[in-house]
Nanobody
Framework: QVQLVESGGGLVQAGGSLRLSCAAS????????MGWFRQAPGKEREFVAA????????YYAESVKGRFTISKDNARNTVYLQMNSLKPEDTAVYYC????????????????WGQGTQVTVSS
């Protein structure tokens, strides 16, 4: 089992920045990918970014490439999402997720999820 707790959401003006954190506990050594997803009102949950827990390769959705950066601190079992140049369309609940196997790639089929943190970007 892996437990995930997100923090760092809030209200920010367009063009501003936020950093989300995801603290992982439990069998974190089993994580293959750690990812961030988001869900806006009335929309499907979508992939935002992912990182290999061992090795550090990173992956991004086209909509956030160049603005968001995913990183990790293995010693603290924490994953971060630095979000810069935020836009109103980035408004969503952001979820941290962990995947303990490599099949199906980095953007789907995650098996552990946090509760989510709200990010609101005002225009």
């Amino acid at each position: 089992q892996v437990q995930l707790v997100e923090s760092g959401g809030g209200l920010v003006q367009a063009g501003g920045s936020l950093r989300l954190s995801c603290a992982a506990s439990g069998r974190t050594e089993r994580s293959y990918y750690m990812g961030w997803f988001r869900q806006a009102p009335g929309k499907e949950r979508e992939f935002v970014a992912a990182i290999r827990w061992n090795g550090g390769s990173t992956y991004y959705a086209e909509s956030v490439k160049g603005r968001f950066t995913i990183s990790k601190d293995n010693a603290r079992n924490t994953v971060y999402l630095q979000m810069n140049s935020l836009k109103p369309e980035d408004t969503a609940v952001y979820y941290c997720a962990a995947k303990t196997y490599s099949t199906s790639g980095y953007s789907q089929s995650y098996n552990y999820w946090g509760q989510g943190t709200q990010v609101t970007v005002s225009s």
